[in-house]
């Protein structure tokens, strides 16, 4: 009898995302938010920071749940939310150096959680697997952001 547990792809996804989730649950507890909040943090790094709006539809997470989250982000002091020049209706989110900060010391732990995971293939292969992978992700066309699949994935494990 042939061994086809080499050809189930389900179930070669389902254990390295396992591995990743149980070594990434860890990496963000210091963070008000958890995943999501290092989501608001890594974006609002950008070189125009994001205005509420444009990071809600970014992050695919519904306005009132956003507003929370930075509230609870800015009394970390990790965020400050500053005027819209163009819009004085709209708030940009910054990032302050305390994020900074946070996100590299998050980003580094990620990072490891990341090689944990992969720890199985080379630096080549790795580099391969994640570029195949996000190619297949831009196939898949669906509308849903990296946080609801993730989110689905998870429950689902």
């Not at 070669?12 to 958890?34: I, Q, W």
């Not at 909040?37 to 695919?60: D, F, I, K, M, N």
């Not at 900074?100 to 732990?109: E, H, V």
């Not at 995971?117 to 195949?132: F, H, N, P, Y």
Request: net charge neutral; with cysteine; charged share 25%.
């Amino acid at each position: 009898m042939a061994d086809t547990a080499h050809d189930d792809l389900g179930l070669a996804l389902s254990v390295v995302l396992r591995s990743y989730l149980d070594a990434a649950s860890n990496v963000f507890c210091d963070l008000p938010g958890g995943a999501r909040g290092y989501q608001v943090l890594a974006s609002a790094t950008r070189e125009t920071p994001p205005t509420q709006l444009a990071l809600a539809q970014q992050l695919g997470i519904d306005r009132s749940v956003l507003t929370y989250l930075i509230d609870d982000l800015e009394r970390a002091k990790l965020v400050e939310r500053q005027p819209d020049l163009a819009d004085r209706r709209a708030r940009r989110i910054v990032v302050t150096r305390a994020g900074s900060a946070m996100l590299a010391k998050t980003g580094r732990r990620l990072a490891a959680a990341e090689q944990h995971a992969l720890r199985g293939l080379s630096t080549g292969e790795e580099q391969t697997l994640r570029e195949l992978l996000w190619r297949a992700a831009a196939v898949e066309g669906t509308n849903k952001s990296a946080c609801d699949i993730v989110d689905e994935v998870a429950r689902t494990l």
